[in-house]
């Protein structure tokens, strides 16, 4: 398992840092780092492609929600608005 936590306090670093220290004979290890660079995931092609498709299927949710409220038959649900929003919670 790996956990990230951003502190930028720096007196609160060293106190977290002092008691994470106290689990390293138990296998902990820790890593540090000044900053985490995202960019390379933030650009490369699969999250890309993984955010454009997640845009058009909210996209495409959010014109089925509105045919749904107009009472548009051509949606494909068996039910209404209030079970199909209560099934999205």
Excluded: C, P
């Excluded at 004979?25 to 995931?41: A, H, P, R």
């Excluded at 495409?60 to 107009?70: C, G, M, T």
């Amino acid at each position: 398992m790996q956990l990230t936590i951003n502190i930028s306090n720096e007196q609160l670093f060293d106190k977290i840092l002092w008691f994470l220290n106290s689990f390293k004979n138990q296998g902990l290890e820790i890593v540090e780092s000044k900053q985490l660079d995202t960019s390379k995931f933030d650009n490369s092609e699969e999250v890309i492609a993984d955010k454009e498709s997640t845009l058009s299927s909210f996209r495409d949710a959010i014109k089925d929600v509105k045919k749904l409220k107009d009472r548009d038959n051509s949606v494909l649900y068996n039910g209404s608005l209030d079970e199909m929003m209560s099934e999205l919670r």
